[in-house]
């Protein structure tokens, strides 16, 4: 079991800056690749970004390729998201997922997809006012 919990979250204006973290407790948290997903009002839970066990490599929907910064400290146990150059189309909850590292690392549907997770943390809330 890992429990996961999201912290950051806040009211922000567009072209603002926002950095989300997400606390992991139980199993060993390098057994996992992690991911974040956002879901807005009316809106399917949808992917934004996803990290590999190892912090080696990493992998975002093209909405925030350029803007957002997935990484993580294995040490800590936490994995962030830097979020710069935030629009209005960004206010979502966000959650943070994991799922095992010896599921494959592939930069693609699987990764992309809320099936792939196991273990999902209660969401942060995001606000981006224009």
């Known amino acids: 079991q890992v429990q996961l919990v999201e912290s950051g979250g806040g009211l922000v204006q567009a072209g603002g800056s926002l950095r989300l973290s997400c606390a992991a407790s139980?199993?060993?948290?390098?057994?996992?690749?992690m991911a974040w997903f956002r879901q807005a009002p009316g809106k399917e839970r949808e992917f934004v970004a996803a990290i590999s066990w190892s912090g080696g490599s990493t992998y975002y929907a093209d909405s925030v390729q350029g803007r957002f910064t997935i990484s993580r400290d294995n040490a800590k146990n936490t994995v962030y998201l830097q979020m710069n150059s935030l629009k209005p189309e960004d206010t979502a909850v966000y959650y943070c997922a994991a799922r095992p590292s010896s599921t494959p690392w592939i930069k693609g549907s699987m990764t992309r997809a809320r099936e792939s997770y196991e273990y999902w943390g209660q969401g942060t809330q995001v606000t981006v006012s224009s």
């Open positions: 139980g199993r060993t948290f390098s057994y996992y690749h």
